[in-house]
């Protein structure tokens, strides 16, 4: 009988130890009609956005002409007027051309690819980053972003 009991009381205990599981709740789904151009002095990029409640009010917004600001040699970043909708996650990686949300209202356009530990709702990408990150330059930087014409 305590044989028993012993036994239930262990597997009822082992029972209730729960596994962390992470999922991933990004939509990495490319949006119809998600094509924007990003001008750089000069300098045209096509990327395309992801089919999520973000990008789409991201979209809603362009045409847009701000001023990023440079950060960790790897970034540029702006500070949206209004907040957007989020749903951020860490990605682990970062990659050039990736375009996210910071928090509700920082905009950011990273050049370089690296590890992270922050969180962020991703909007897109750019499709072909060849002399990207030469574009950007060093310092603070006016972007345009706007609507491919189809």
Known sequence: M?????????IGA???HKEE??????????MANGKINITVNSQTFTATLLDNESATAFKEQLPLTIN??????????????????????????IKSGDLMLYGS????????????AYSYTKLGAIDDVTGFTSALGS???TV????LDN
């Open 21 to 30: 599981v992470t999922i991933n709740t990004e939509n990495n789904t490319p």
């Open 139 to 141: 310092g603070n930087v």
């Open 105 to 116: 209202r920082t905009l950011v356009l990273f050049y370089k690819s690296f590890s992270t």
């Open 68 to 93: 990023m600001v440079e950060l960790n040699g790897n970034e540029k970043y702006y500070d949206l007027p209004n907040s957007l909708p989020t749903n951020s996650s860490n990605p682990g990686m």
């Open 14 to 16: 082992s029972s209730c």
């Open 144 to 147: 345009t972003f706007e609507l």
């Open 2 to 10: 305590i044989l028993i009991f012993v036994s239930v009381l262990f």
